[in-house]
């Protein structure tokens, strides 16, 4: 039977409630526990597949092939447990599977409420594995209050209830703001918060106050006092250089140390930090920069490549170099030369992406690094590009292109070397997709094998010749322009266990250029970078040896 933490956040959004939870469960790992870590949220849509991730972030993707939150993908990062499908809800599914059984039958006819029978779906998703870990870390989207979020709510103020006396304990994060005027930092809106949840029947056990400023210890008495938290729960949260220095800065103030009392846990074992130590270690012992430039869609919302750029991070871990990870609009030179956009970069990143915006300046970018030999990682879209490049200016394919981009203008005007694929092999089954298909989960999701050729670059950098990597996309390269573009230097280095579908290319005269039709991003952790962005960036690193 596992413990339960439930994470839930007042007084604004975006206070990193995902990080601590990732940091907490890290540091539970490092007393010797087991754990797993959970996001429900609130919002309507059965997924995050179909959202835009220039509005909602990145969509993470498990091995089992679901898109969920990108907090999924701190959660891995931080304590290195693979996600899985059943560790992200919304209220979406929730209620499409309440739906489901009500048209089924399944409740004989009752009259369907939120309690109980929405708040019951909610407790039995989050019993799922109840015996397979030490601590269960469940964390709510939204903020205390939401409309959408109250099911929630409710559901983990029951199963509290449900469970044994102490089974359960109950987080709540918030936000001391600091008022200049005054020169003070005002409880009030943590009072008010807490408020808000007590009023629906949760007294947090723990408050995580995050706070730009020192919190004297004068305003952390009057939390304790007026939230009725013991002083020694009540935990400061301060801004972090990096955020992998979490773990060691929560321990420091006593995060975990506050947990394990509220579960009555003692003697409490003695955690080893050794891990975060070296992490840190690496983050304070960089030497030198390594600048790289990632070309894409242009974004303005950072947590669209959230894994990219920490497994660009994690890659100058690897190194001991500081990683300048730059975002270049591609479409600024969809009709140029993108040189003076590109020179002065130590490498070149084409990631995953959607939609034909922008992907002539992709194309540039990859002809300028293939023949200026600037190292050149590509990704999933990124190896559709270096594909597509190859094929037009060295196998005289002048018109390849993707026939994503074709479908989505409604007109032919590309030879498709990148096509759409409507059946593949899962494991010993046939997968079959229509183009008509509903938008959600159409693709070819989650981990499948690849294997690597002998002697290749690739099998170099993972050390082996079959891996598992995580994929996310409906287009595939097209293996009949395998000998035409392995004629002109294109090898095709990675294949699926049938041989059908490339996973990998690469240019054989070049210091380092690889596409993958996989995403290597989603696996790297900072005490285990990727090995594709460890070679990268150790190539990249080479470069600026040379400049
Ligand atoms: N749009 C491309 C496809 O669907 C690439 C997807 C991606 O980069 N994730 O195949």
């Known amino acids: 039977m596992a413990r339960y933490i439930f994470i839930t956040g007042g007084v604004v959004s975006s206070l990193g409630k995902g990080l601590t939870s990732a940091a907490l469960g890290a540091l539970l790992q490092a007393r010797g526990f087991s754990v797993r870590l959970r996001k429900l949220?609130?919002?309507?849509?059965?997924?995050?597949?179909?959202?835009?991730?220039?509005?909602?972030?990145?969509?993470?993707?498990?091995?089992?092939?679901?898109?969920?939150?990108?907090?999924?993908?701190?959660?891995?990062?931080?304590?290195?447990?693979?996600?899985?499908?059943?560790?992200?809800?919304?209220?979406?599914?929730?209620?499409?599977?309440v739906l489901e059984k009500e048209r089924r039958g399944d409740y004989l006819g009752k009259t369907i409420q939120v309690i109980p029978h929405v708040t019951n779906e909610i407790k039995d998703f989050i019993n799922i594995g109840d015996d397979e870990v030490d601590f269960q870390l469940c964390e709510i989207g939204g903020t205390v209050g939401d409309i959408e979020a109250l099911p929630f709510f409710e559901a983990i103020r029951q199963f509290s209830q449900d469970k044994a006396p102490g089974q359960c304990i109950f987080m709540h994060l918030t936000l001391l703001p600091f008022v200049a005027a005054a020169g003070e930092l005002k409880t009030k809106p943590t009072?008010?918060?807490?408020?808000?949840?007590?009023?629906?029947?949760?007294?947090?056990?723990?408050?995580?106050?995050?706070?730009?400023?020192?919190?004297?210890?004068?305003?952390?008495?009057k939390i304790a006092l007026f939230t009725n938290v013991r002083r020694d729960a009540v935990i400061p949260a301060y801004d972090l250089k990096s955020i992998y220095e979490a773990p060691m800065a929560f321990h420091k103030v006593g995060l975990d140390q506050a947990v394990l009392d509220a579960f009555q846990i003692s003697p409490a074992p003695r955690p080893d930090l050794g891990r975060w130590r070296d992490v840190e270690d690496r983050i304070h012992n960089a030497e030198g920069e390594v600048r790289v430039a990632v070309v894409g869609k242009y974004t303005s919302h950072t947590d669209a490549y959230k894994s990219i750029a920490e497994a660009l991070t994690h890659g100058g871990m690897a190194n001991r170099v500081r990683v300048s990870a730059e975002w270049v609009d591609a479409e600024i030179f969809e009709a140029e030369d993108p040189a003076p956009h590109l020179e002065g970069f130590h490498a070149i990143?084409?990631?995953?992406?959607?939609?034909?915006?922008?992907?002539?300046?992709?194309?540039?970018?990859?002809?300028?690094?293939?023949?200026?030999?600037?190292?050149?990682?590509?990704?999933?879209?990124?190896?559709?590009?270096?594909?597509?490049?190859?094929?037009?200016?060295?196998?005289?394919?002048?018109?390849?292109?993707?026939?994503?981009?074709?479908?989505?203008?409604?007109?032919?005007?590309?030879?498709?070397?990148?096509?759409?694929?409507?059946?593949?092999?899962?494991?010993?089954?046939?997968?079959?997709?229509?183009?008509d298909d509903d938008k959600g989960g159409t693709m070819r999701l989650g981990a499948y094998t690849a294997v690597l050729e002998e002697g290749s670059k690739v099998a170099a950098v993972y050390g082996a010749t079959e891996i598992e990597e995580r994929?996310?996309?409906?287009?595939?390269?097209?293996?009949?322009?395998?000998?035409?573009?392995?004629?002109?230097?294109?090898?095709?280095?990675?294949?699926s266990p049938d041989g059908r579908l490339p996973e990998v290319v690469e240019w054989q005269d070049h210091p380092w250029f690889i596409g993958v039709q996989f995403h290597p991003e989603l696996k790297s952790k900072p005490f285990a970078p990727a090995p594709l962005f460890a070679d990268f960036i150790r190539a990249a690193k080479e470069v600026e040896r040379l400049v």
């Open 41 to 97: 949220d609130p919002y309507l849509n059965v997924d995050p597949g179909t959202m835009s991730p220039f509005e909602h972030g990145e969509v993470f993707v498990t091995d089992d092939g679901a898109e969920t939150d990108l907090d999924l993908g701190h959660y891995e990062r931080f304590t290195g447990v693979a996600a899985r499908a059943t560790d992200s809800v919304s209220s979406g599914r929730i209620y499409s599977s």
């Open 191 to 221: 009072q008010h918060s807490v408020k808000e949840l007590r009023s629906i029947g949760i007294a947090p056990d723990i408050l995580v106050c995050r706070s730009e400023h020192p919190i004297p210890d004068k305003e952390r008495d």
């Open 349 to 435: 990143l084409v990631p995953g992406g959607f939609g034909e915006r922008g992907t002539e300046g992709m194309i540039r970018a990859a002809q300028f690094a293939r023949t200026r030999n600037i190292p050149y990682l590509g990704i999933c879209l990124g190896m559709q590009i270096a594909v597509t490049e190859a094929a037009r200016n060295m196998a005289g394919i002048t018109d390849a292109g993707s026939e994503e981009f074709d479908l989505e203008a409604g007109k032919k005007r590309f030879t498709p070397v990148v096509y759409h694929l409507k059946e593949w092999v899962r494991g010993n089954y046939t997968v079959r997709r229509r183009q």
């Open 471 to 495: 994929h996310r996309h409906r287009y595939e390269v097209d293996v009949k322009y395998r000998d035409a573009l392995e004629a002109v230097g294109l090898k095709f280095s990675g294949m």
